[in-house]
Protein backbone atom coordinates (compact mmCIF):
# COMPACT_ATOMS: atom_id res chain seq x y z
CA UNK A 1 0.00 0.00 0.00
CA UNK A 2 0.98 3.60 -0.51
CA UNK A 3 1.12 5.48 3.19
CA UNK A 4 -0.15 8.50 3.74
CA UNK A 5 2.36 11.09 5.40
CA UNK A 6 0.41 13.98 5.77
CA UNK A 7 2.23 16.29 3.66
CA UNK A 8 1.71 18.59 1.16
CA UNK A 9 4.04 17.29 -2.00
CA UNK A 10 4.57 17.34 -5.52
CA UNK A 11 4.02 14.19 -7.27
CA UNK A 12 6.35 11.61 -6.36
CA UNK A 13 7.90 8.34 -8.60
CA UNK A 14 9.47 5.25 -7.90
CA UNK A 15 10.24 2.49 -9.97
CA UNK A 16 10.43 -1.34 -9.21
CA UNK A 17 12.83 -3.61 -11.39
CA UNK A 18 12.86 -7.62 -11.59
CA UNK A 19 16.29 -8.89 -11.64
CA UNK A 20 18.01 -12.61 -10.92
CA UNK A 21 14.67 -14.89 -11.75
CA UNK A 22 15.02 -18.53 -10.40
CA UNK A 23 13.01 -21.24 -12.02
CA UNK A 24 11.92 -18.57 -14.82
CA UNK A 25 12.97 -16.41 -17.40
CA UNK A 26 12.69 -12.38 -17.43
CA UNK A 27 10.27 -10.66 -19.62
CA UNK A 28 11.68 -8.23 -21.76
CA UNK A 29 9.97 -5.73 -19.52
CA UNK A 30 11.50 -6.07 -16.07
CA UNK A 31 10.67 -2.68 -14.52
CA UNK A 32 7.48 -0.65 -13.75
CA UNK A 33 7.27 3.16 -12.57
CA UNK A 34 5.01 4.14 -10.37
CA UNK A 35 3.71 7.87 -9.77
CA UNK A 36 2.23 8.54 -6.51
CA UNK A 37 0.06 11.82 -6.51
CA UNK A 38 -0.55 13.60 -3.16
CA UNK A 39 -3.75 13.40 -1.97
CA UNK A 40 -3.55 15.80 0.61
CA UNK A 41 -4.71 19.55 0.59
CA UNK A 42 -2.31 22.63 0.42
CA UNK A 43 -1.96 24.17 4.16
CA UNK A 44 -3.88 27.74 4.68
CA UNK A 45 -1.60 30.46 5.19
CA UNK A 46 -2.65 33.55 7.20
CA UNK A 47 -1.50 36.12 9.75
CA UNK A 48 -1.34 35.40 13.21
CA UNK A 49 -3.18 38.68 14.16
CA UNK A 50 -4.23 41.46 12.23
CA UNK A 51 -4.32 44.60 14.33
CA UNK A 52 -1.37 46.28 16.44
CA UNK A 53 -0.60 50.32 17.31
CA UNK A 54 3.19 50.92 17.88
CA UNK A 55 4.58 54.29 18.57
CA UNK A 56 6.23 56.48 15.68
CA UNK A 57 9.45 56.07 18.01
CA UNK A 58 8.84 52.42 18.47
CA UNK A 59 11.58 51.32 15.50
CA UNK A 60 11.38 47.62 14.56
CA UNK A 61 8.08 45.96 13.68
CA UNK A 62 7.67 42.13 13.10
CA UNK A 63 4.33 40.41 11.51
CA UNK A 64 4.19 36.93 11.33
CA UNK A 65 2.51 34.79 8.12
CA UNK A 66 1.87 31.03 9.58
CA UNK A 67 0.91 27.87 7.93
CA UNK A 68 -1.60 25.62 9.33
CA UNK A 69 0.78 22.63 9.18
CA UNK A 70 4.45 21.95 7.90
CA UNK A 71 4.29 21.72 3.85
CA UNK A 72 6.91 19.60 1.89
CA UNK A 73 6.80 22.57 -0.78
CA UNK A 74 8.10 26.08 -0.89
CA UNK A 75 4.99 28.55 -0.25
CA UNK A 76 5.24 32.00 -1.60
CA UNK A 77 3.11 34.60 -0.46
CA UNK A 78 2.50 37.95 -2.40
CA UNK A 79 1.98 41.01 -0.29
CA UNK A 80 0.40 44.84 -0.94
CA UNK A 81 1.02 47.67 1.58
CA UNK A 82 -1.68 50.48 1.48
CA UNK A 83 -3.02 52.73 4.05
CA UNK A 84 -2.77 55.97 5.05
CA UNK A 85 0.77 56.12 5.99
CA UNK A 86 3.20 57.32 3.27
CA UNK A 87 6.53 56.15 2.61
CA UNK A 88 8.29 58.40 4.64
CA UNK A 89 6.64 56.94 7.82
CA UNK A 90 8.35 52.99 7.20
CA UNK A 91 10.48 50.84 5.58
CA UNK A 92 7.72 47.95 4.55
CA UNK A 93 7.49 47.84 0.65
CA UNK A 94 5.19 45.53 -1.24
CA UNK A 95 7.06 42.22 -2.15
CA UNK A 96 6.60 38.26 -1.83
CA UNK A 97 7.07 36.56 1.25
CA UNK A 98 8.70 32.95 1.36
CA UNK A 99 8.13 29.72 3.32
CA UNK A 100 10.58 27.37 2.94
CA UNK A 101 9.35 23.68 2.96
CA UNK A 102 9.56 21.74 5.98
CA UNK A 103 9.08 25.78 8.43
CA UNK A 104 5.66 26.65 9.18
CA UNK A 105 6.27 30.35 9.51
CA UNK A 106 8.25 33.61 8.29
CA UNK A 107 8.11 37.21 9.53
CA UNK A 108 8.02 40.64 8.31
CA UNK A 109 10.28 42.99 9.69
CA UNK A 110 10.67 46.77 9.12
CA UNK A 111 11.05 50.09 11.00
CA UNK A 112 8.86 53.04 11.86
CA UNK A 113 10.39 56.24 10.81
CA UNK A 114 10.64 58.63 13.53
CA UNK A 115 9.60 62.10 11.97
CA UNK A 116 9.42 64.86 14.35
CA UNK A 117 5.93 66.25 12.12
CA UNK A 118 3.12 66.64 14.27
CA UNK A 119 0.75 65.12 12.11
CA UNK A 120 -2.33 62.78 12.65
CA UNK A 121 -1.92 59.20 13.67
CA UNK A 122 -1.19 57.08 10.38
CA UNK A 123 -2.04 53.45 9.50
CA UNK A 124 -0.53 50.55 7.34
CA UNK A 125 -2.40 48.03 5.83
CA UNK A 126 -0.68 44.94 4.90
CA UNK A 127 -2.71 42.45 2.58
CA UNK A 128 -1.93 39.00 1.79
CA UNK A 129 -2.58 38.28 -1.98
CA UNK A 130 -3.41 34.78 -3.44
CA UNK A 131 -0.58 31.97 -2.57
CA UNK A 132 1.41 29.14 -3.89
CA UNK A 133 1.46 25.72 -2.89
CA UNK A 134 -0.94 26.84 0.07
CA UNK A 135 -4.64 28.52 0.61
CA UNK A 136 -5.20 32.05 1.60
CA UNK A 137 -7.05 32.05 5.11
CA UNK A 138 -8.38 34.34 7.08
CA UNK A 139 -7.01 37.35 8.43
CA UNK A 140 -4.99 38.02 5.49
CA UNK A 141 -5.51 42.33 6.33
CA UNK A 142 -3.21 43.23 9.05
CA UNK A 143 -3.43 47.01 10.45
CA UNK A 144 -0.50 48.52 12.23
CA UNK A 145 -1.51 51.85 13.40
CA UNK A 146 1.86 54.71 14.25
CA UNK A 147 0.85 56.40 17.51
CA UNK A 148 2.50 60.07 16.43
CA UNK A 149 4.83 61.65 19.10
CA UNK A 150 5.11 65.35 17.97
CA UNK A 151 3.66 68.77 19.29
CA UNK A 152 3.42 71.67 17.66
CA UNK A 153 4.67 74.37 19.69
CA UNK A 154 7.01 77.54 19.49
CA UNK A 155 9.15 77.94 22.11
CA UNK A 156 10.44 81.11 23.37
CA UNK A 157 13.72 81.52 26.15
CA UNK A 158 13.72 83.26 28.25
CA UNK A 159 10.45 85.18 28.43
CA UNK A 160 11.85 87.97 31.18
CA UNK A 161 14.33 90.19 30.59
CA UNK A 162 16.06 93.15 32.36
CA UNK A 163 16.87 96.50 30.69
CA UNK A 164 17.92 99.84 31.66
CA UNK A 165 17.17 103.62 29.11
CA UNK A 166 20.13 104.30 27.63
CA UNK A 167 21.92 100.61 28.51
CA UNK A 168 23.01 97.59 26.82
CA UNK A 169 20.21 95.71 24.87
CA UNK A 170 19.38 91.98 25.76
CA UNK A 171 18.65 88.98 23.74
CA UNK A 172 15.93 85.81 23.97
CA UNK A 173 15.96 82.83 21.54
CA UNK A 174 12.92 81.36 19.03
CA UNK A 175 12.72 77.80 17.69
CA UNK A 176 9.72 75.43 16.63
CA UNK A 177 9.40 71.76 18.68
CA UNK A 178 8.25 70.46 15.60
CA UNK A 179 9.03 70.24 11.92
CA UNK A 180 6.63 72.38 10.09
CA UNK A 181 4.80 71.47 6.53
CA UNK A 182 5.35 74.84 5.67
CA UNK A 183 7.16 78.21 6.33
CA UNK A 184 6.22 79.71 9.98
CA UNK A 185 6.31 83.01 10.67
CA UNK A 186 6.83 84.64 13.65
CA UNK A 187 5.88 88.74 13.74
CA UNK A 188 6.82 90.80 16.97
CA UNK A 189 4.86 93.22 18.17
CA UNK A 190 5.92 96.01 20.96
CA UNK A 191 3.00 98.20 20.82
CA UNK A 192 3.39 99.76 24.60
CA UNK A 193 6.50 101.80 22.97
CA UNK A 194 8.56 100.71 25.58
CA UNK A 195 11.28 98.23 23.43
CA UNK A 196 12.98 98.02 20.21
CA UNK A 197 13.11 94.33 18.85
CA UNK A 198 15.39 93.36 16.23
CA UNK A 199 14.53 91.40 13.53
CA UNK A 200 11.16 92.40 13.50
CA UNK A 201 10.38 88.84 12.60
CA UNK A 202 11.47 85.23 12.30
CA UNK A 203 11.03 82.36 9.50
CA UNK A 204 11.37 78.95 10.34
CA UNK A 205 11.23 76.40 7.57
CA UNK A 206 11.26 72.60 7.37
CA UNK A 207 14.90 73.27 7.24
CA UNK A 208 16.04 75.42 10.15
CA UNK A 209 12.99 74.69 12.29
CA UNK A 210 14.95 73.54 15.33
CA UNK A 211 17.97 75.75 15.38
CA UNK A 212 17.28 78.52 17.55
CA UNK A 213 17.32 82.51 16.02
CA UNK A 214 17.91 85.13 18.47
CA UNK A 215 15.93 88.45 19.41
CA UNK A 216 17.99 91.57 20.45
CA UNK A 217 15.60 93.86 23.09
CA UNK A 218 16.80 97.01 24.10
CA UNK A 219 14.37 99.46 26.33
CA UNK A 220 13.22 103.18 24.39
CA UNK A 221 15.43 106.16 25.71
CA UNK A 222 12.35 108.51 25.81
CA UNK A 223 12.38 111.96 27.81
CA UNK A 224 9.86 110.52 30.39
CA UNK A 225 10.42 109.81 33.81
CA UNK A 226 7.79 106.67 34.32
CA UNK A 227 8.85 106.19 38.00
CA UNK A 228 6.12 106.90 40.87
CA UNK A 229 6.86 110.33 43.04
CA UNK A 230 9.38 109.57 45.60
CA UNK A 231 10.86 106.45 44.25
CA UNK A 232 13.20 106.79 41.72
CA UNK A 233 14.58 103.01 41.72
CA UNK A 234 11.01 101.87 40.42
CA UNK A 235 11.37 100.54 36.49
CA UNK A 236 8.16 99.70 34.50
CA UNK A 237 7.28 97.23 31.95
CA UNK A 238 7.61 96.02 28.72
CA UNK A 239 5.69 93.68 26.34
CA UNK A 240 6.81 91.81 23.44
CA UNK A 241 3.86 89.50 21.87
CA UNK A 242 4.45 86.97 19.16
CA UNK A 243 2.12 86.20 16.18
CA UNK A 244 2.54 83.06 14.09
CA UNK A 245 1.34 82.63 10.22
CA UNK A 246 1.79 79.54 8.51
CA UNK A 247 0.00 77.37 5.54
CA UNK A 248 0.80 74.33 8.08
CA UNK A 249 -2.57 74.21 10.50
CA UNK A 250 -0.86 72.78 13.40
CA UNK A 251 1.20 76.57 13.54
CA UNK A 252 -1.23 78.93 12.14
CA UNK A 253 -1.97 81.23 14.69
CA UNK A 254 -1.19 78.89 17.58
CA UNK A 255 0.27 80.15 20.75
CA UNK A 256 3.22 81.94 21.21
CA UNK A 257 4.08 82.89 24.83
CA UNK A 258 4.77 86.79 25.25
CA UNK A 259 8.24 88.33 26.25
CA UNK A 260 8.13 90.61 29.56
CA UNK A 261 11.14 93.07 30.30
CA UNK A 262 11.64 94.97 33.13
CA UNK A 263 12.98 98.41 32.49
CA UNK A 264 15.40 100.58 34.97
CA UNK A 265 14.27 104.69 33.86
CA UNK A 266 16.89 107.46 33.61
CA UNK A 267 14.53 110.17 33.98
CA UNK A 268 13.82 112.35 36.67
CA UNK A 269 11.02 114.57 36.65
CA UNK A 270 11.89 118.62 37.12
CA UNK A 271 11.56 121.99 36.43
CA UNK A 272 14.83 124.29 35.45
CA UNK A 273 14.91 127.74 35.82
CA UNK A 274 17.62 129.28 34.57
CA UNK A 275 18.85 132.36 35.13
CA UNK A 276 18.15 131.83 38.48
CA UNK A 277 19.48 135.29 39.71
CA UNK A 278 18.50 138.35 37.94
Known amino acids: PVLRDGLNEAPELFTITLSEARNAVLDAVTSVSVTILDSNAPPVVRFTGDVRSVPEG ?17 VTVPFVVQGSAEQADH ?19 FSI ?12 EVRLRTPTNAQLGAPSLYTITIGDDDTAAVIVDPIALRLAEGGAAASYGVRLDSQPLFPVTIALQTADGQLQTSPASLTFTAENWASEQRVSVSAVDDLVDETPPGNNSATHVGL ?3 SAASLDPRYERITVAPVTATITDNDTAGIFVDPISL
Open 113 to 124: VNDRIDEEDERI
Open 58 to 74: GNSVALTIQLSEVSALD
Open 91 to 109: TLRAGTAIIPAGQTSVRLR
Open 240 to 242: IAH
